[in-house]
């Protein structure tokens, strides 16, 4: 091969070789789930060729991708663990799924339908997973509960359900397993009607199942929020306390206090050059930077602003009309801190108002 | 054009160069987009006539309102800031779609049904709606990774019953598309019943993806419910805390207390002439005057309240049979302190305690 | 009219003046409806006679009973305020709507099913309706807004359905009003399936619909879901005040502490003769007395305790097996302490915790 | 019979003397209820005989598990008791129904219906059902009080539809109770479409029943949120309060520290050879051992720690990587502290704080 093709490969597989999903990843799995599903399409007969095309250079370059991985991780010494984790698995079946099934013979367009598979490559890339997942785990109890009660209805309505109705409509309700399938398409409220009661006493017991249908959603909600709500606030105080004890402005405070104050800032990550406040508009949050740095448009002048240093504490000091843009010249971490927190914080540390006001005070003079 | 026709447009044109919406303006949408629906409906036939003239009228009074709003914003040298401000795009868009339609030669039928985009018109107005955009935005992590689970199910739902149903249903399950449609209905527990799989494995799919459904429905509103919590706080914070530090009653307080008091109280915006308390009735809180006036309807005597005086203490102070009428005498502000926090704030507070206790015994000698 | 008749009807008059249903209101409530749900049914045809006679006993009873309230309150000059009240419009309704309808001409059969209007009766007798009321007061800003919202999605996707589905389907989506009706069911997740769109676009937009679905309702539920929480600790806060500061045990208590221990109590009204405490089961609470009498059902004697004792106390002490039956011998208030909050209560008041653990030995001692 | 036989089965009468499921009931469970559904079905018709004949199994089997019990708790005196507790009864449905059908002459397809019943066994045995039934019952009051809004909406709307569609289509919409049908699959969000409306009016109608059901939904779901937050609170609480008291390490500390230490800890129980941290893996909590023991796996050596002791701290003090694997070596009961809640809890009592620091110095040292 050409020096300049070698080189470029190189380079493509060094990207790939990481873990996580390139934006090249992202576009194949979308182009190849797409073909997929216009390969089934009789509407796009004409365009077969162009579409059979795209899937398999959307296979290859998952093959590719895979093989890559292997020999990146085989070097590390951790192709087993890698071979073994979900990233891994989901490698694989995306590599091999689909070849697999043609050299075992499967008719090319069934086998094709294999691709939707690649969808799972998505997974570790989607943001707060992590978050669900232990929601997930931490509410299993109650969840599985409200599960096995849910499927106790179902096995009790559908039985009572052809009881009642196997005579009158016996080709619907005619076996216990057809009144299982009206009793899920109703508890679930989704209703097709293709399976519906006809006898007074058939709908009665139908109306009950609808009305616990509403029971175990709401439970099933109820407990989903709880825990929600509980691993949010827990995730934010994880995000944020690493760099709260950063920001030298907060280190002088106790373990105490900086506890008390990571409850109330919010970290956001900003790529570079991008606005965070836009001068003129309403301002209700100061922001303090944990890592990177800002720039402040002043008139005239451009003031630079590092790790540690705070911004936008005006509009918290009456003035909140925003006075100049702010934009990252870096990628950075801002710890955002509200208005409303603003004055309870300023109320419970006297000492870090007056930081804040001097400090308020020393730019505006500067500024002027 | 005669005088009083100019001044009463030149009024006119004052009043709707304001950005928020004119009453005639929410006339104007709700009459215009009727009158489309109508025009649609063969039944009103008869009534076309008028209809379209309706619609005529409708289209005339946006365009000149937004031509006034642009002259207005010119003067202010704002236009640009207006025409790219989302108002300014929607004003633009209510004023010029129909009529480009129709001089794209778009069939007139067709043309007047862009007049359904009126309706954006009224977004700015809607109460709150700043505070579901900030939940949307903070919990937007969350909420995109439901979404993802969401078209992932889909995704693999509808391929799996593309292949266990295609051969029994062709017209119905013959492509992907068409089973994407089927999850997409499934999934939301919609249900329309026009596609539905009738091979048992088909229905077990299904089943497994109605209970995803809920699974999905729960996460999603347990998400938002824990962001809309969070938000009502911050948002009844943010309404109270001006209008607190304003009441010299509060004002003695330190930040700290203030910041405490404010979490208690809740704002209450009335018009003039509103009746804040019914005389007999059973009272639960207590009001404290941030602006505006209240008039005490007492035995003999009007008695008027200005700003940081408190009524309706009675209520909180054994006595929970409120003695008078009291009414707003102009747009006022009201704090609204409940018994429950009125019960704490005493606690944490004694010094107010006292001073509301002392003003309540006054009032009680003077009114007896 | 003989004697005992009129003895009778004057009780049964004085039963009902009081504005509370009466157990009789609720049979003839229930009885009046369902007869006429049957009167509409032609499979109780021979039993019309009956089911005619049975409506009319009801609606005499009505119009009796709103007689009666009428010369009540008219006897304590409130009359203007009754029927203005909205109990006094229901009784009135109750008692005028099916004989207006029958005197005006209307066919029988349809008058009765005026009577429906009785089950309004009911409404003021809803446990905690209070609380909904009220949550929904406080919460309607963003409720309406998210309706608003709804109804823009309804207006905006049934105009693209109508003008992508009209030349496809003409009898479903001829007009906009048909559209509308589509959208409306589908928004709501209700999907009928009469009609549903079948152009890819139709469906592409029906799918975005649905998802909406999802939002709204996620929307609509959090909120309610924030409102009832705030609102539940305020209603049981409310209840238990009263009662906390009547029992002498925690009278001592300074208000900052009574309103402390109001945060942990639950109030519970119970009938006469009832058992609170069963022998033998495991105990996770103990009870004030706030009103009524108790009895302990030890072996060999049985003990009364009055207003303002505490029973049920060793299940927190240690020992978690109830010692004895414990049942009210009249109508009685009981303030519980849950064993979460008793840990708590005694932390922050070793004082109330030595109160009760001496209590706890002196009966200790007594009952060996 | 022969002596092993007997032993077996003394063994097994043992094992289901006791009141909770054992293994070999849930299979009976899930084998029945499974035979019993494809006994309905025509296309199980060849192996009917089988079927059958595990019927017949599980039958002998509930009858003979039903018969132990009742001889075990009549020896213990309990036997009235057991007779009227719920699992005695299920247990005697469970053993009696499908019999006494079959006496009574009923077909047998029939009868062995009544072999669903067989699920009410698993009741008992489902996790975190005593807080779910806590919950409903806490809240009974809104729950209640929602469900009449419902009843009567569905009333009301359902004699309005009547009235509005029963000349436009009698054989759907003919009576009051097919109405009935009508509402609660419409406020359900259910939808079958088996009964629609067509005429305009009666599709306005129908509309808002529509969005009543979200409100409907909407405050159901709201109110069990609401309840189940506060219960998950509590039940946490009671399971590790005990647990708490007994690890020395927290005795030292007095009753309000310990309430609110009991706050921050999560009980967690588990089998013996169990891994509860995987070496290198990212750890943000600690354990302390309320029971049992575990085992750490060092390079070279082994260490046991017993009830009382802690591990994992090292994740919260800095260095995050988990260091060795953690297995326990007997079934455990551990309290997780999670990195959030140590934060808090060593700001709040800065003794732990050196304790736990001293102790993580020494392993320190000792491991180099």
Known sequence: MSKPLISALAQFAAATAGRNMTKTAYVAVGVGVLSMVLLTDNR?????????????????????????????????????????????IVDAIGALAVPLALVLGVEPKTAWLLSVLWVLKVVPGIPGLRQLRRVLVLESGPLVSVLVIFLMVIFLASVAEYFLERDVQPQTFGSVPAALWWAVVTLTTTGYGDVVPVTPLGRLVAALVMISGLGVFGLWTGILATGFAAETRRDNFLKTWESVSKVPFFAALGPAAIADVTHMLRTMELPARTLVIRKGTQGDCMYFIAAGEVEVDLPGKKVQLGEGAFFGEMALLGNNKRGANVSTTKVSRLLVLDLVDFRVLMARHPDLAETIDAEAKRRALENT
Do not use: T
């Open 44 to 88: 796009a007969n004409e365009a077969r060729g162009w579409v059979n095309g795209l899937l398999w250079v959307c296979l290859v370059y998952f093959v590719f991708e895979w093989l890559i991985r292997l020999r990146h991780m085989a070097r590390q010494g951790r192709l087993s663990l890698y071979m073994s984790s979900s990233a891994g």
